[in-house]
């Protein structure tokens, strides 16, 4: 018994030791990832997210009623579980952690929520993170087929669709800022700002 725990701490301290998602995680980053999300378990989920929140540029107020977009790195996608987890009243380990990064490891996971006056104005949509001079396209989007009617009115109707856009993390250099930037079906251009050095 004791030598199998001994391996997989081993294993545990190899395997994530290496760059991933940003910065580099090793059991500190996921023990302080962890302790973020057990810590802020009861917090509303908005205030939860707020350090990796980018709201859309022309956005005159900065809520839930802009368009806003998410950066999912490693060490948000660990608290995101620690918190589930302590919501529920389960335990939390580090091998919790292992288990995220390999469902997600070497992506990077931007969730977006857009609006529009029809339902399928997110659909055919153009995606690309500008970095420099870079252009980085998504290697996977998910986008709603239709998207949520939130206000009926007759004259004005809108609709609300939350997108996920996936990235290889190996094209993302770390320190520099990214511009994640959509062009809608209904040729409205979208763009979100993320300091890529100030995010965990």
């Known amino acids: ?21 940003i910065s580099v995680v090793n059991i500190e980053v996921v023990k302080e990832a962890q302790d973020y999300g057990k810590n802020n378990a009861q917090s509303h989920l908005q205030e939860f997210l707020l350090p990796w929140i980018s709201y859309e540029e022309k956005a005159v107020t900065l809520n839930e009623t802009a368009e806003h977009a998410y950066l999912y790195t490693s060490f948000l996608l660990m608290a995101t579980d620690a918190r ?3 919501v529920k009243g389960q335990s939390v380990s580090l091998l919790d ?3 995220v990064m390999a469902d997600y490891a070497d992506s990077l996971t931007f969730s977006v929520v857009l609006f529009g006056d029809k339902p399928d104005f997110a659909q055919h949509m153009s995606v690309v993170l500008q970095q420099d001079k870079k252009v980085i396209r998504a290697y996977q989007m998910n986008v709603p087929q239709n998207a949520e009617m939130i206000s009926k009115d007759s004259k004005q109707p809108l609709y609300k669709a939350q997108c996920y856009f996936y990235f290889f993390e190996k094209d993302i250099i770390s320190d520099i800022p990214v511009i994640l930037s959509l062009v809608t079906s209904d040729r409205k251009k979208h763009h979100f700002y993320f300091d890529m050095e100030k995010i965990k």
Not at 6 to 19: D, K, P
């Open 97 to 99: 952690g292992e288990k």
């Open 1 to 21: 018994m004791v030598k199998i725990f001994s391996l997989t701490c081993i294993f545990l301290v190899l395997f994530i030791s290496h760059v991933f998602a």
């Open 84 to 86: 589930d987890k302590s």
